[in-house]
């Protein structure tokens, strides 16, 4: 990472901070803690979108675009990020002009369901931070996803009740496994896992279910 690429990540958060003054964004509400959080945390998963096809990135559930406008910088990779309040892509529109991105980065106003629709099977990779349960994040991404294109899931603590129906669920939704890694932010004492599942098949059943299915009715 060079050091245009530093300033303009930084510039970011410090632009994400000062927004949240008017609309919530984040509950973290200092640059030190910002750094760590989001744009270290962000960072973190930088080997696993490397190692995912090349081709369009999306980010999830983005709300101040962590960490899809970091992984954006560093990767140049096209993006989109999806979030489903308004309030918050037209806070990352603002974000995204400042830092003179708008060629690159563009955001999406619409429920994961929506996504899928509107963008079928175009996604190489697709980023979730702290978003749902992995079973979810798999279903709602399946759609998305090009063959062999890759879901990085970034967590916390992910009991083992969550990983074995996570697990169970991968013929049905055409999901596999890719790698999992655990390790600890700078600070020592903050856990982070993150999760890759592949797109290896079609799934068993149509997807994507009516909006609200994943989280109401889940398989």
Known sequence: ???????????????????????NLTRIDSLEDGMLLHVEDSLSGLPEINAAPEGLYGDLGTGGGFPGIPLAIVTGRETILADSVGKKTRVLDGVIQEL??????TTYHGRIEDLSRDHRFSFSVLTARALSKLSILMELASPCLKMGGHLICYKANVSEEEMEHAL??????GMALESDRSFVLSDGVTNRRIIVFKKVAKPKLSLPRQVGFAQKKPL
């Not at 003179?100 to 980065?105: D, I």
């Open 1 to 23: 990472m060079n050091e245009a690429q530093q300033d303009l990540i930084r510039r970011h958060l410090e632009l994400i901070i000062e927004a949240n003054k008017t609309t």
């Open 100 to 105: 003179g991105l708008r060629n690159q980065v």
């Open 168 to 173: 169970g669920l991968q013929k049905k939704l």
